[in-house]
């Protein structure tokens, strides 16, 4: 009777979770015949596909097919390292309008691809003949459960970063919840995600099956979910917009600023004495300069600019070493790094490529003849 009783909740969760990968494929194909051109869309279709890989790899664990299928053992890696980069660039998307994800932004995902290569060697270097240790959860050794373990420690930095997202654009706000349904869904998936790494986390170090079957429902839970909310509210993305619009709005830190005024302010400090040239020179202490807090300056910054404070100042000071690269041929890099406000070469390396699309010795070699 107890045998039959696990078997029962075994074949509920495999249900359970085989259903929760067609609704990942289905909402994923959905997505990209409604908008193929999205950048929502796509980037749905990353996160329903995260998603898959937990499921796939749990059905095959549960048929204890993993040792004849030894390359499914590297799909639970692969999603630990890519859900928290696709997770948050999808929170961005549903915060920012028309937000756009840069060439520069892949850089997010080089993690997944080190560990991911990293695993098949580890997986495939043991000798076939041998009966290999399956780890509940992922792993055949402790090698790769600590790459597993160091993907979720990767997921919840992003995760941290995606609430404090959703903290500044006030959707996470006690009084923003209350009133929009569609705050109230957010809040519902942070806690379902939280829960599942948790769940994880604790199947890792415990070596317990029930913890992983604990983490797959609620990833499947999340799936369902999700495409309840997408069946019932085709527009929720939008909605969700207009949400955080409205919320920043009502609690803009620029009422009663004349903007016309603060631009030619800031314009001056900039153009004519060239502060960024300090490097030292900071969010508050600008604001100070500018007769206004450093919330003021930061929302002016982010509304009228459209750029963060460090990405305003590093346009001028590479804008500067431009033309110091081009009127001094013979000066050090590393001179005029220093002369423009960046504390280090590889900052104003990194600075330079962000905004010229090449390097420095590249852009003087280039444009002296």
Known sequence: MEIQTVDIKLFLILI???????????????????????????LLLGLFFVFSLYQIH????VMDLLNDYKIVNIFPIMA???????????????????YKIRIASLIHFIPAIIATTLSIILIFSFDNRIPLLLYHGYFYNQSI??????????????????????????????????KNPSAFVVLIIVVFFILACVSDIVAHISNHIIFMEISILIISLIIIFLFLINFKYPGYYKTLHEVVES??????????????????KLNELMDKKEVFIDENISLPRLA????????????FLNEKKGDSFSSYINKYRIKKAKKMLLMNPD??????????????KSTFNAAFVKFALMSPSEFRKK???
């Open 247 to 264: 919320e920043r709005k009502k609690r803009s830190y620029l009422k009663g600023i004349n903007f016309k005024e603060l631009s030619e």
């Open 80 to 98: 630990h390292y890519l859900l928290g980069p696709v997770m948050f660039f999808v929170t961005k998307q549903s915060l920012i309008k028309n």
């Open 16 to 42: 359970i979770t085989f259903h929760g990968f067609l609704l990942s494929v289905l909402i994923s194909i959905g997505q990209l015949i409604a908008d193929v051109k999205s950048i929502k869309s796509w």
């Open 331 to 344: 000066k050090k890099i590393l001179a005029i790094a220093f002369d423009t406000g960046f504390k280090s």
């Open 367 to 369: 444009n002296i003849k």
């Open 288 to 299: 100070e300069q500018l007769g206004i807090s450093s919330h003021q300056l930061s929302q």
């Open 145 to 178: 459960m600590l790459i597993g373990l160091s993907g979720w420690w990767l997921f919840i930095f992003y995760l941290v970063l995606s609430v404090k997202d959703l903290f500044d654009y006030y959707i996470l706000s006690k009084q923003t919840i209350l």
């Open 58 to 61: 749990y059905i095959f664990f």
